[in-house]
T-cell receptor, first 113, second 116 residues
Framework: GESVGLHLPTLSVQEGDNSIINCAYS??????FIWYKQESGKGPQFIID?????DKRQGQRVTVLLNKTVKHLSLQIAATQPGDSAVYFC????????????FGKGTKLSVIP | DAGITQSPRHKVTETGTPVTLRCHQT?????MYWYRQDPGHGLRLIHY???????DKGEVSDGYSVSRSKTEDFLLTLESATSSQTSVYFC???????????????FGSGTRLTVV
């Protein structure tokens, strides 16, 4: 079946450096993507989203890039802070009407002070 | 947190017993979802609802049933709990706007269920 996955399961970065988390998806019909951050003991929290008619979207310290040609998403976090340590998930919509999300397995980001 | 609460937050139950988890929202969103989260699998959809009394199966629905008798509540029932159902369960709500913001697709804080 079609699925969303991640290239790297763990990522360690130095505080102040930029982080890049990658995600591959296989459903060419996906039209909406979301990045979530999940801290220990909490539910996923929305970070940023992007629609398939865009290739880049910026938020506060975060940027999402979408490459539809190779079905690849990335999340860039600028000036990574200790509070950014968490597991990051990409998700895509699957199926019209029900707006179900299909999630990747997650990448754990550890920030080294 | 964004008008969605799950109860209980933690539960330990014995194999073979029925268990019901509750998701309550105050956002009047049409769509509600139940996911389970396990190491190595990420979040997987169990069941979802697209309106009162309108529900459908997700990827991992075996052993689970749901009910939605009113907009604000979505119940997940494990008919006869098994150890393989030990997991963290998340409820999510959506207004169908394909907006991932806090007013679009939002998750609860989770219920940690242990089946012994």
């Amino acid at each position: 079946g079609e699925s969303v996955g991640l290239h790297l399961p763990t990522l360690s970065v130095q505080e102040g450096d930029n982080s890049i988390i990658n995600c591959a998806y296989s459903n060419s019909a996906s039209d909406y993507f979301i990045w979530y951050k999940q801290e220990s003991g909490k539910g996923p929290q929305f970070i940023i989203d992007i629609r398939s008619n865009m290739d880049k979207r910026q938020g506060q310290r975060v940027t999402v890039l979408l490459n539809k040609t190779v079905k690849h998403l990335s999340l860039q976090i600028a000036a990574t802070q200790p509070g950014d340590s968490a597991v990051y998930f990409c998700a895509e919509t699957s199926g019209a009407g029900s707006y179900q999300l299909t999630f990747g397995k997650g990448t754990k980001l550890s920030v080294i002070p | 947190d964004a008008g969605i609460t799950q109860s209980p937050r933690h539960k330990v139950t014995e194999t073979g017993t029925p268990v019901t988890l509750r998701c309550h929202q105050t956002e009047n969103h049409r769509y509600m979802y139940w996911y389970r989260q396990d190491p190595g699998h990420g979040l997987r959809l169990i069941h979802y609802s697209y309106g009162v009394k309108d529900t459908d199966k997700g990827e991992v629905s075996d052993g689970y049933s749901v009910s939605r008798s009113k907009t604000e509540d979505f119940l997940l029932t494990l008919e006869s709990a098994t150890s393989s159902q030990t997991s963290v369960y998340f409820c999510a709500i959506s207004d169908g706007s394909q907006s991932g913001s806090q007013h679009g697709y939002t998750f609860g804080s989770g219920t940690r269920l242990t089946v012994v």
